[in-house]
């Protein structure tokens, strides 16, 4: 492992705040939405617990105060109760983030009495047969009985679902849902294209209409709940007119480790060729932080180019997402295209477009590709 970095060479650069341990990418659900990668099934090293108590003490050493155990589904991990009280040993705050398969009631007596703080429960829909054809398993009575454990128990009841074109129009439902389970907040994030999602983009895009009448929908509904339960909306990228402030700027806050030990800025980062992340195997955290060229490679706006080189709010939103600038205009270095200011503004419009006509198709002409490890080698990259 390489020596430290002396103290004099980092100042410039802010600690990371956020530490996600991505345990592993195995899960017993098969969302088409998934933003881990395509390729995962060629991916089957794990960190055994021992190195990922390393990483914990490192990131910990460094300043990061959050930890985020998450998927693939983290229960499939049999150390996860493990992880967790270290964690809480070291003085993070844990936030586990899960389907909530696997997670039986000794399971979850044990992660509370370790002192886990957080858990993040996700639905696909709120009635059992989208929900389940949407992880194409049967869940949702489980997953209902997981929410119930999770009140039982007294945690913050906060509860996830991504939306699409197939679900979008049933978000006053899933509100309702939500309230009848005692959610306290309830995050409807939109679908983002990275990943899966990203190779079913035609499938899962929502119409204008179908995004205007589900805003309009939530809007009259925290007015009615109030106070009740807090409901985040987060709009889908390619509806917006401004960039998003990408994990608050690449290698500013997060710091990501895949299930392998691959460090990266942002969960998606492995999508972007010609840069080589390094691994916690064989290099420290603090190197990987402060010196690696991968975490350097989008570090404040020398790397950046004209429009964003000049524009006034770069230090605002950081040029928008590398990724999404790279899977839609083939350079990362690119201003994100969702930006009213992107030369390649136009064809996120004509992504759009092109999603609603698919629509429009007899169903089945564009079937939905769903996470599993056959669909998974298929897409690999060679």
Same mark, same amino acid.
């Given at each position: 492992?390489?020596?430290?970095?002396?103290?004099?060479?980092?100042?410039?650069?802010?600690?990371?705040?956020?530490?996600?341990?991505?345990?592993?990418?195995?899960?017993?659900?098969?969302?088409?939405?998934?933003?881990?990668?395509?390729?995962?099934?060629?991916?089957?090293?794990?960190?055994?617990?021992?190195?990922?108590?390393?990483?914990?003490?490192?990131?910990?050493? @460094?300043?990061?105060? +959050? =930890?985020? $155990?998450?998927?693939?589904?983290?229960? %499939?991990? *049999?150390? !996860?109760?493990?992880?967790?009280?270290?964690?809480?040993?070291?003085?993070?705050?844990?936030?586990?983030?899960?389907?909530?398969?696997?997670?039986?009631?000794?399971?979850?007596?044990?992660?509370?009495?370790?002192? @886990?703080?957080?858990? +993040? =429960?996700? $639905?696909?829909?709120?009635?059992?047969? %989208?929900? *389940?054809? !949407?992880?194409?398993?049967?869940?949702?009575?489980?997953?209902?009985?997981?929410?119930?454990?999770?009140?039982?128990?007294?945690?913050?009841?906060?509860?996830?679902?991504?939306?699409?074109?197939?679900?979008?129009?049933?978000?006053?439902?899933?509100?309702?849902?939500?309230?009848?389970?005692?959610?306290?907040?309830?995050? !409807?994030?939109?679908?983002?294209?990275?990943?899966?999602?990203?190779?079913?983009?035609?499938?899962?895009?929502?119409?204008?209409?179908?995004?205007?009448?589900?805003?309009?929908?939530?809007?009259?509904?925290?007015?009615?709940?109030?106070?009740?339960?807090?409901?985040?909306?987060?709009?889908?990228?390619?509806?917006?007119?401004?960039?998003?402030?990408?994990?608050?700027?690449?290698?500013?806050?997060?710091?990501?480790?895949?299930?392998?030990?691959?460090?990266?800025?942002?969960?998606?980062?492995?999508?972007?060729?010609?840069?080589?992340?390094?691994?916690?195997?064989?290099?420290?955290?603090?190197?990987?932080?402060?010196?690696?060229?991968?975490?350097?490679?989008?570090?404040?706006?020398?790397?950046?180019?004209?429009?964003?080189?000049?524009?006034?709010?770069?230090?605002?939103?950081?040029?928008?997402?590398?990724?999404?600038?790279?899977?839609?205009?083939?350079?990362?270095?690119?201003?994100?295209?969702?930006?009213?200011?992107?030369?390649?503004?136009?064809?996120?419009?004509?992504?759009?477009?092109?999603?609603?006509?698919?629509?429009?198709?007899?169903?089945?002409?564009?079937?939905?590709?769903?996470?599993?490890?056959?669909?998974?080698?298929?897409?690999?990259?060679?």
């Amino acid at each position: 492992m390489n020596a430290p970095l002396p103290a004099a060479v980092t100042p410039a650069i802010a600690p990371p705040l956020w530490l996600l341990a991505e345990l592993t990418y195995r899960c017993p659900l098969h969302c088409p939405f998934c933003f881990n990668p395509v390729g995962y099934a060629n991916e089957r090293a794990e960190l055994d617990t021992a190195q990922w108590f390393d990483v914990m003490r490192q990131a910990r050493q @460094l300043g990061a105060a +959050q =930890l985020g $155990f998450s998927g693939g589904e983290p229960l %499939m991990r *049999d150390d !996860l109760e493990e992880l967790v009280g270290e964690g809480r040993r070291l003085g993070f705050y844990t936030n586990l983030l899960t389907s909530g398969i696997g997670l039986t009631e000794a399971r979850l007596a044990r992660m509370k009495e370790l002192g @886990l703080d957080h858990i +993040q =429960l996700s $639905f696909q829909d709120s009635t059992r047969e %989208m929900n *389940d054809f !949407l992880s194409s398993t049967k869940t949702f009575d489980l997953k209902s009985r997981v929410a119930r454990l999770i009140k039982q128990y007294d945690y913050p009841m906060v509860l996830n679902v991504v939306l699409h074109r197939f679900n979008l129009d049933h978000v006053e439902r899933i509100i309702e849902m939500a309230l009848d389970m005692g959610v306290e907040y309830l995050e !409807l994030a939109n679908t983002q294209y990275y990943g899966w999602a990203l190779v079913n983009r035609a499938q899962l895009m929502p119409t204008r209409e179908q995004l205007a009448r589900a805003e309009a929908t939530v809007e009259a509904c925290r007015a009615r709940i109030g106070n009740r339960m807090r409901i985040l909306f987060v709009v889908p990228d390619y509806f917006e007119e401004r960039p998003k402030a990408c994990m608050n700027g690449w290698g500013s806050v997060f710091l990501g480790i895949a299930p392998d030990g691959s460090a990266l800025p942002c969960h998606a980062a492995r999508s972007l060729p010609g840069i080589a992340f390094p691994n916690v195997r064989d290099t420290s955290l603090r190197d990987i932080w402060y010196a690696s060229g991968a975490f350097n490679r989008y570090r404040g706006d020398a790397w950046m180019k004209p429009p964003c080189r000049d524009c006034s709010e770069k230090h605002r939103d950081f040029g928008g997402c590398r990724c999404q600038a790279y899977a839609m205009t083939g350079d990362a270095e690119n201003a994100d295209p969702v930006c009213a200011k992107s030369p390649s503004h136009g064809d996120v419009h004509a992504i759009v477009m092109h999603a609603q006509r698919a629509q429009a198709l007899p169903q089945g002409t564009q079937p939905i590709l769903f996470r599993t490890d056959a669909n998974s080698r298929t897409l690999s990259p060679k």
